[in-house]
C-alpha cells in the first residue's frame, strides 16, 4: 500500500492525507514548496523533492496519481515521468481533464508498457472528512491495481467508487456530473433570488433554506452550502461574476455532437458567461435598437 501523488493542492493534500490515514505510504511532490511544508509531520507522508525522487522512492510496479489542473499541468507531468516510470507503472489522472484527451493518453502509455486511469473525482475540500466521490475509467487490471485505494479514498469501501467503463469513460463521467452541478447551483440561485425579491412577505431565506434541508425534496449538499451562506454571511459585497471551469462547456459541445437536449445545463452554462461581462456588448446594442423604436437608453454612469 503505497503510491505517489503529485500535486498538493487541495484536492492533492487531502486525499494524501485520506491515504495517509488509512494506512497507505504516500510519497508526495509538489513544485510549491509550501505546499509540500503543509503535510510535515503528517504520518506515512514523505515528500520528495523532484519527480524523480519521487519515482526512486516509490518500489515495485509503481502507482503513481496526478492531482494537476487540466491541460499543460498533465501533459508536461505526464511527459516528464515518462522517463523515469517502468513498463507496468500505472498513472492515474485525477484532475478534470478533457475525457478525449484521456483516451489519448491512456493510448500513448498503453504502447509503452504503462498503464493509465482517468480519474473523476468528487468532494472538494470535504473529501478527507467524507471521502471521495470516484469515478474510474481504464482496463479491469488497472482498476484491479487501484482498489485499494479507491477503497480508501471513497465515503466507504463498497460504496462511492465505480468502475464506469473503457479509458476515458471516467472524466466523461465527471464533465457530465459537473454540467448536472451547473443546472443545479443556477436553480437554487434563481429560487432564492425570487424568494428575496418578494420582500413584502418577510421571509427569512437563511431559515428557509436551513429548513429545505430536512425532508424536503430539494435537499442536497449544494442546499447545505447554501444554507450556511445565507444564515451566516450573505452574499452581500460579492462580486456578480461566476467562473466557469470547462466542464460545462465541454458538455453543452457534447450535448450538440450527440444531439441530446440539454437546455438547463446549457442555460446555466450561458448565465455563467454572461456574469463574467460577455453579454455586455449585446446588451449595449440592443438598448440602443430599443432606442431607434421610441425607446431612452441608459446613459452611461457619469465619472465623478
Given at each position: 500500500?503505497?503510491?505517489?501523488?503529485?500535486?498538493?493542492?487541495?484536492?492533492?493534500?487531502?486525499?494524501?492525507?485520506?491515504?495517509?490515514?488509512?494506512?497507505?505510504?504516500?510519497?508526495?511532490?509538489?513544485?510549491?514548496?509550501?505546499?509540500?511544508?503543509?503535510?510535515?509531520?503528517?504520518?506515512?507522508?514523505?515528500?520528495?523533492?523532484?519527480?524523480?525522487?519521487?519515482?526512486?522512492?516509490?518500489?515495485?510496479?509503481?502507482?503513481?496519481?496526478?492531482?494537476?489542473?487540466?491541460?499543460?499541468?498533465?501533459?508536461?507531468?505526464?511527459?516528464?515521468?515518462?522517463?523515469?516510470?517502468?513498463?507496468?507503472?500505472?498513472?492515474?489522472?485525477?484532475?478534470?481533464?478533457?475525457?478525449?484527451?484521456?483516451?489519448?493518453?491512456?493510448?500513448?502509455?498503453?504502447?509503452?508498457?504503462?498503464?493509465?486511469?482517468?480519474?473523476?473525482?468528487?468532494?472538494?475540500?470535504?473529501?478527507?472528512?467524507?471521502?471521495?466521490?470516484?469515478?474510474?475509467?481504464?482496463?479491469?487490471?488497472?482498476?484491479?491495481?487501484?482498489?485499494?485505494?479507491?477503497?480508501?479514498?471513497?465515503?466507504?469501501?463498497?460504496?462511492?467508487?465505480?468502475?464506469?467503463?473503457?479509458?476515458?469513460?471516467?472524466?466523461?463521467?465527471?464533465?457530465?456530473?459537473?454540467?448536472?452541478?451547473?443546472?443545479?447551483?443556477?436553480?437554487?440561485?434563481?429560487?432564492?433570488?425570487?424568494?428575496?425579491?418578494?420582500?413584502?412577505?418577510?421571509?427569512?431565506?437563511?431559515?428557509?433554506?436551513?429548513?429545505?434541508?430536512?425532508?424536503?425534496?430539494?435537499?442536497?449538499?449544494?442546499?447545505?452550502?447554501?444554507?450556511?451562506?445565507?444564515?451566516?454571511?450573505?452574499?452581500?459585497?460579492?462580486?456578480?461574476?461566476?467562473?466557469?471551469?470547462?466542464?460545462?462547456?465541454?458538455?453543452?459541445?457534447e450535448a450538440i455532437e450527440l444531439g441530446v437536449p440539454a437546455p438547463a445545463?446549457?442555460?446555466?452554462?450561458?448565465?455563467?458567461?454572461?456574469?463574467?461581462?460577455?453579454?455586455?456588448?449585446?446588451?449595449?446594442?440592443?438598448?440602443?435598437?430599443?432606442?431607434?423604436?421610441?425607446?431612452?437608453?441608459?446613459?452611461?454612469p457619469r465619472p465623478e
Amino acid at each position: 500500500m503505497e503510491l505517489g501523488i503529485v500535486g498538493l493542492g487541495k484536492m492533492g493534500a487531502g486525499m494524501a492525507r485520506r491515504l495517509a490515514r488509512g494506512g497507505a505510504r504516500v510519497v508526495c511532490y509538489d513544485q510549491a514548496s509550501a505546499a509540500q511544508e503543509a503535510l510535515a509531520g503528517e504520518a506515512n507522508v514523505d515528500c520528495a523533492e523532484n519527480l524523480a525522487a519521487l519515482c526512486a522512492r516509490l518500489a515495485g510496479e509503481r502507482v503513481i496519481v496526478l492531482s494537476l489542473p487540466a491541460g499543460e499541468a498533465v501533459e508536461d507531468t505526464i511527459r516528464d515521468l515518462l522517463p523515469l516510470c517502468s513498463s507496468g507503472d500505472t498513472v492515474i489522472d485525477c484532475g478534470n481533464s478533457y475525457y478525449r484527451d484521456s483516451k489519448r493518453r491512456a493510448l500513448a502509455l498503453s504502447q509503452q508498457g504503462l498503464r493509465y486511469i482517468d480519474a473523476g473525482v468528487s468532494g472538494g475540500v470535504h473529501g478527507l472528512e467524507n471521502g471521495y466521490c470516484l469515478m474510474l475509467g481504464g482496463t479491469a487490471r488497472s482498476i484491479e491495481i487501484f482498489e485499494p485505494f479507491a477503497r480508501v479514498l471513497a465515503p466507504a469501501p463498497e460504496r462511492g467508487w465505480l468502475h464506469c467503463g473503457p479509458s476515458g469513460a471516467g472524466h466523461f463521467a465527471k464533465m457530465i456530473h459537473n454540467g448536472i452541478e451547473y443546472g443545479m447551483m443556477q436553480a437554487l440561485a434563481e429560487g432564492f433570488a425570487l424568494l428575496e425579491a418578494r420582500r413584502e412577505l418577510d421571509i427569512d431565506v437563511g431559515r428557509l433554506a436551513e429548513t429545505w434541508r430536512h425532508g424536503s425534496v430539494v435537499r442536497s449538499w449544494l442546499l447545505d452550502l447554501c444554507a450556511d451562506i445565507l444564515m451566516d454571511e450573505g452574499v452581500e459585497g460579492i462580486a456578480p461574476i461566476v467562473a466557469d471551469s470547462g466542464e460545462g462547456r465541454w458538455t453543452a459541445l457534447e450535448a450538440i455532437e450527440l444531439g441530446v437536449p440539454a437546455p438547463a445545463i446549457t442555460a446555466a452554462l450561458m448565465n455563467r458567461f454572461s456574469s463574467q461581462g460577455r453579454s455586455d456588448y449585446a446588451r449595449r446594442l440592443l438598448a440602443m435598437m430599443r432606442a431607434r423604436f421610441g425607446g431612452h437608453p441608459t446613459e452611461k454612469p457619469r465619472p465623478e
